[in-house]
């Protein structure tokens, strides 16, 4: 939040520094890697003395990496995306 800032009365307010579209897109990324790593858990073996090959799936050595990195991409996207601004505030 950014403080401090006086509106036209001149009394100070309170403003988020991000804009709604930055937050849903934190949201979307947030869930991706929840996704990615839940995709990623998993796979190995009760017994120490037997080899379990599920740990080599598709899915944790495609699906889950690439899911995460996408997340990782889009929290990158959501913290430096920029909105248009208002003429207003020009």
Same mark, same amino acid.
């Given at each position: 939040?950014?403080?401090?800032?006086?509106?036209?009365?001149?009394?100070?307010?309170?403003?988020?520094?991000?804009?709604?579209?930055?937050?849903?897109? +934190?949201?979307?990324? +947030?869930?991706?890697?929840?996704?990615?790593?839940?995709?990623?858990?998993?796979?190995?073996?009760?017994?120490?003395?037997?080899?379990?090959?599920?740990?080599?799936?598709?899915?944790?050595?495609?699906?889950?990496?690439?899911l995460?990195? +996408?997340?990782?991409?889009?929290?990158?996207?959501?913290?430096m995306?920029h909105?248009?601004?208002?003429?207003?505030?020009?």
């Amino acid at each position: 939040m950014k403080k401090n800032q006086p509106d036209e009365n001149g009394e100070k307010t309170f403003t988020f520094v991000f804009g709604r579209i930055n937050y849903i897109l +934190l949201a979307i990324g +947030l869930v991706m890697l929840a996704l990615g790593y839940i995709l990623l858990s998993g796979g190995g073996s009760d017994d120490p003395e037997v080899f379990n090959p599920a740990m080599f799936n598709t899915r944790r050595l495609y699906v889950a990496p690439i899911l995460i990195v +996408l997340g990782l991409l889009v929290e990158i996207v959501a913290i430096m995306y920029h909105g248009k601004k208002k003429e207003q505030e020009l």
